[in-house]
């Protein structure tokens, strides 16, 4: 098989929805759909319930006191008044740790190891390690991406998950669960950008909006089903619904046979023999024949040759066939691109700069939305739930708009729309005080800026993959989970 050969124009032959490229799609959107569980599971893993000090006995703090007193118990702190001759007061930090809101009934990482008060700085730590850990992890794997494959990148990064969460399970230690969030982090950004990767480049052009829409379905379907996982395990240790999202990626150990690498990936770096298996096997599943498939590509091909010339004549044969004897391929050379050949073309300079100060501020945007859910006003596990859902419009106003009014117009309609109904939040919030409509009138702009940032951050992932060459695609990919990670790094302490 030539090297030149219109992957694009391969695809279409193949029928853009045939049952291969089906097969190929769905391990990708699992994919996706596991990576929104592991991202955001800490929302209810790291969970912190109301509290205070539990009880002590004043007389075993100071046992020469013999009196009447009163005790007073703060979230950090006792307080213990002496009614004595000579009156004192006594104000010490929880020396029998704490006592969490019964109604709560949960169980966190922040309950098992206090993560309340003076130590409550661990758990933003912690979120701030995971999404370093993805900022690591995209810039390290989309390198290797690139050198080694889509599909080598996915299985060792979701093989490494799988593993990960196993040993979290039974981490004894907060340290050991922070540097374990890490490495995390760079594996959930290694699956997430290769699985997104492999569905942009399974279909041809005018359908990558309908792989990057159906991205989003997958994303917002593994938020949807983290509320009732965590609602039915609240009351169990959170280790089990870790073991749980574990167990979800055990089939990763046979993965490497359920699907296969990206062909234009493959024909991009010129191992033609390995791309033509997988147009022969895409061929066989879609029912076609592999030398009317590439006999079609070639005629197409010609075709657009023909009307590149000045005079304006098409050449066409009519037999397939003897397109395939014919036709001649001119260049068999394969353009390696990198990251230098971004700050050497001013317009492609100009354009990365632009799409990454998008990425920080849709990224920030989006992840805060999620990890603030607990504070929301109502219930967090319907919020939670309906902050996943409405991705759901989101997508369907993506499927909608992204052909027919362009990428950046949606993408600057969205953001409006994100930037506008949070504002709106902020003024209703403040204005709250003890009003309960109030309150969930702010939580309803804030659904609708969750609805509008969702689009957003979509559109920018196919915006992304669309600026630069095949070679080039995934490596420039580098910059925005850096601005991604250095941008969400506000969000826990925010």
């Not at 109301?50 to 307080?79: K, L, R, W």
């Not at 006999?295 to 066939?321: F, P």
């Not at 992932?461 to 070679?471: A, D, G, Q, R």
């Amino acid at each position: 098989m030539e090297q030149n050969l219109d992957v694009d124009e391969i695809w279409r032959a193949l029928k853009p929805w045939g049952r291969y490229q089906i097969r190929q799609l769905s391990f990708m959107w699992v994919a996706i759909l596991l990576t929104a569980l592991h991202l955001l599971v800490v929302v209810f893993n790291g969970y912190t319930p109301q509290f205070q000090c539990a009880e002590i006995s004043p007389t075993n703090q100071n046992s020469s006191i013999n009196s009447t007193y009163d005790v007073t118990y703060d979230e950090c702190s006792v307080t213990m008044s002496y009614n004595q001759s000579n009156s004192s007061q006594t104000t010490i930090s929880c020396p029998n740790g704490y006592k969490y809101n019964a109604h709560d009934d949960i169980s966190s990482f922040v309950t098992e190891w206090g993560l309340v008060c003076g130590e409550s700085i661990k758990v933003d730590i912690s979120q701030f390690l995971m999404i370093l850990g993805q900022g690591v992890g995209g810039f390290l794997f989309t390198g290797l991406s690139d050198k080694f494959g889509r599909k080598t990148v996915h299985i060792s990064s979701h093989i490494l998950l799988f593993v990960l969460c196993l040993i979290t399970v039974f981490i004894p230690s907060f340290l050991g669960f922070a540097v374990l969030r890490f490495f995390a982090g760079m594996t959930v950004e290694g699956l997430l950008l290769s699985s997104v990767t492999l569905c942009v480049e399974t279909l041809p052009m005018e359908w990558r909006f309908v792989a990057e829409v159906t991205g989003v379905v997958s994303w917002t379907t593994g938020i949807v089903m983290l509320t009732p996982l965590s609602y039915i395990m609240q009351t169990f240790s959170w280790r089990y619904l870790e073991l749980l999202l574990a167990l979800l990626s055990v089939y990763s150990l046979v993965e490497n046979w359920l699907f296969d690498e990206s062909l234009r990936w493959l024909m991009a770096n010129g191992r033609l023999g390995e791309a033509e298996k997988v147009v022969r096997k895409a061929a066989k599943m879609n029912k076609l024949s592999f030398d009317q498939v590439i006999g079609i590509v070639k005629a197409k091909m010609r075709e657009m040759e023909a009307l590149d010339k000045e005079n304006g004549v098409i050449l066409v044969a009519s037999d397939s066939d003897a397109v395939t004897e014919t036709y001649i391929p001119k260049n068999t050379e394969v353009k390696k691109y990198s990251m230098i050949d971004i700050l050497r073309d001013r317009l492609i300079l100009i354009n990365s700069i632009v799409i990454w100060f998008v990425w920080v501020t849709n990224s920030l945007t989006y992840t805060g939305l999620n990890l603030i859910t607990p504070t929301l006003y109502g219930n967090r596990f319907v919020n939670f739930f309906l902050l996943g859902a409405i991705e759901y419009l989101s997508a369907l106003t993506e499927f909608l708009l992204i052909n027919r009014i362009g990428r950046k117009k949606t993408l600057i309609i969205l953001m409006g729309i994100a930037g506008a109904s949070l504002l709106i939040s902020t003024l209703i919030s403040s204005l709250q005080g003890d009003n309960s409509a109030l309150g969930y009138l702010a939580t309803f702009f804030v659904l609708m800026g969750k609805y509008g940032i969702t689009g957003a951050f979509s559109s920018v992932f196919l915006f992304t993959s669309e600026l630069y060459p095949t070679n080039l695609s995934t490596d420039t990919w580098r910059g925005d989970p850096v601005w991604y990670s250095a941008s969400c790094a506000f969000c826990p302490p925010l």
